[in-house]
């Protein structure tokens, strides 16, 4: 376990066998702690997806992936901070770390958050949810407003056709009353006051059939309104249940907690801060060790290795670079010299070319004297003309 807790402090275990106890504690301690906070952040991740999607399955690997990323980088984080006894130096190098600590705490304590402060967070979504179905009702209050408006006309129309009908049969027992004698005029038979009752009762009997047959197509209409009416009554109550019911989301659940006092949520974030800046503030205020002399003198060594190596192959590329300019050189003098002993040669030979030449029309000029005493001054003028003799 300790070998453990040292590699997740990212610290080298053939170095701390060679240091004390207390450098052992030190880094186990270290260790530990991104440990544990890796482990919490996986947790925090599993139960905000498990909020999210409901899937225990996929909480479980989003948790695991999520709690090793935040692993990996408190492991980078500690591992890369170098102690030298320069506390604001330090200070200032991990100042972007320590930032980017703040906000993993920050993110990874958010879910957390949300389990801690559940009941508080159910009690402030179930006012939410009422205020939604005070809204609710007032909606479908307007429609039902509107389907008794709809409901009152249709009794309107029955009652005109109602009136008509009264009026109708009274008109009936006037004419009736009229033509027995036990009304009217009180003689028995139809009259001229029969037959004007008559026509009266008639007008009306064929209002009554026309009124009729238009409140019972306006009755119709009314009818297929109100069925209209619930069937969206119908919708906006289905609605209303899936929202209330959708109304217990993570965003619904985030905005719950910020309406809750700061100051509880303030201490669970903070306690994430610390826990997530521990390992940092760790290493920065804990004394140079001599795990830190061994491992600077170990990077030291490898990086005058390195540097030996790197000196080396310049020296040989030097070297080669230097034998090769040697070798363009010496081939270069070698075909200048090349060029040179061609040049004189091929001047060599012209001027052999020239006295062979010379000699050659030396001969024959002689013989031609030898022949002719008065081709020697032939001879001797045409020199004069082409300048041999000027010299």
């Known amino acids: 376990m300790k070998k453990f807790f040292w590699w997740c402090a990212g610290a080298d275990d053939t170095i701390l066998e060679k240091c004390s106890k207390s450098e052992h504690v030190k880094y186990a301690g270290i260790g530990a702690t991104v440990f544990f906070t890796g482990l919490l952040a996986g947790i925090s991740g599993a139960y905000a997806l498990y909020t999210v999607f409901d899937t225990v399955y996929l909480a ?3 948790g695991l992936l999520w709690g090793a990323v935040i692993f990996n980088l408190d492991r980078f984080i500690v591992s890369t901070l170098r102690k030298e006894g320069k506390f604001w130096k330090e200070l200032l190098q991990v100042t972007p770390r320590i930032l980017l600590a703040l906000v993993l705490a920050v993110v990874i304590s958010k879910p957390l958050e949300l389990k801690i402060f559940d009941k508080e967070i159910q009690a402030i979504l179930k006012e939410k949810q009422a205020e939604l179905a005070i809204q609710h009702k007032a909606l479908v209050g307007k429609q039902f407003a509107e389907v008794d408006s709809v409901k009152s006309e249709i009794a309107a129309i029955r009652q005109e056709v109602e009136a008509k009908v009264q009026e109708r049969n009274k008109l009936y027992e006037l004419v009736a009353a009229e033509a027995d004698g036990t009304g009217g005029t009180g003689k028995i038979g139809k009259g001229p006051i029969y037959e004007e009752k008559k026509r009266q009762y008639d007008k009306v009997d064929e209002e009554l059939k026309l009124l009729q047959a238009s409140a019972a197509d306006r009755i119709l209409l009314k009818e297929q309104r109100i069925a209209n009416l619930m069937s969206k009554y119908d919708e906006t109550v289905a609605e209303g249940q899936e929202s209330f019911s959708n109304y217990d989301g993570l965003m619904a659940r985030i905005n719950a907690l910020d309406e809750l006092p700061w100051l509880p949520v303030f201490f669970i974030t903070l306690l994430f801060i610390c826990l997530e800046t521990a390992p940092i503030f760790t290493k920065l205020i804990s ?53 040179r002993e061609e040049e004189r040669i091929k001047s060599d030979a012209h001027l052999e070319v020239v006295r062979e030449s010379a000699a050659v029309w030396k001969e024959r000029k002689l013989n031609d004297i030898s022949r002719s005493p008065n081709t020697a001054a032939e001879i001797l003028n045409d020199g004069e003309e082409n300048g041999y003799y000027k010299w």
């Open 60 to 62: 479980l690997i989003f």
């Open 287 to 339: 004394s140079k060790g001599p795990y830190d002399d061994i491992l600077k003198g170990v990077e030291h060594e490898r990086t005058t290795q390195e540097m030996q190596r790197v000196t080396e192959r310049q020296k040989q590329y030097d070297t080669r670079h230097a034998v090769a300019e040697a070798k363009f050189l010496a081939r270069t003098e070698y075909e200048v010299e090349a060029k």
